[in-house]
């Protein structure tokens, strides 16, 4: 967890290529969906590319389909899933049906004005969707992806003003998120305002330690 910008995505990588689990990540299935000209996905872009939230039915429903494959059985990483409330009661209603649960909820701290900074300079390849930043991670070869030279866009959702809505959404409805965790035992909160590879080590510290 964490507000838009704060690095989910990159670190959400890390984390299942160091432990080998699959990544569930919302925003890149309905990305996936769209480019796949998806009706799920060409329903959900209408809510992203404002910076608003694809509706909790939505949601809900391309995760539970998700989690029904067979890789999920053993471990799996959610990123960016749930967002409200009403997502995380609905997951826990899925995890029951699969026998399953959370280990930890990792919050990823960060400042309004870091996020804004590296939103604007954030790239995504339209293949695989590896992410760049145009000061901290920029790609070998300009436009290009280094993983499968696929080509580098800047995704809708982070022009100024989706990210400025996209963070009063998350102070809003994903924030109180965190009590519903903390509640529970299982947030653990990371600075994200350090160095990338620090982050990651610190998120590296808490899973070893509940493993
Ligand atoms: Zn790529």
Known sequence: MGPPGAGKGSQASRITTKYEMPSISTGQMFRDAYNAGESIGINAMEFIKDGNLVSDDITNEIVRLRLHKEDTTTSFLLD????TVAQAIALDGMLVDMDSNLDAVINILSSHDVLFERMEQR?????????????????????????????????????????????????????????????????????????????????????????
């Not at 960016?80 to 967002?83: A, I, L, N, V």
């Not at 400025?164 to 305002?193: A, C, F, Q, W």
């Open 123 to 211: 790239r995504v390849c339209k293949k695989c969707g590896a992410t760049y930043h145009l000061r901290f991670k920029t790609p070998s070869v300009d436009g290009v992806c280094d993983v499968c030279s696929g080509e580098l866009y800047q995704r809708e959702d982070d022009s100024h003003e989706s990210v400025k809505r996209r963070l009063e959404i998350y102070e809003t409805k994903t924030k109180p998120l965190l009590e519903y965790y903390s509640d529970r035992g299982i947030l653990y909160h990371v600075n994200g305002m350090q160095d990338f590879d620090k982050v990651t080590e610190d998120i590296f510290l808490v899973l070893d330690d509940i493993k």
């Open 80 to 83: 960016g899933f749930p967002r």
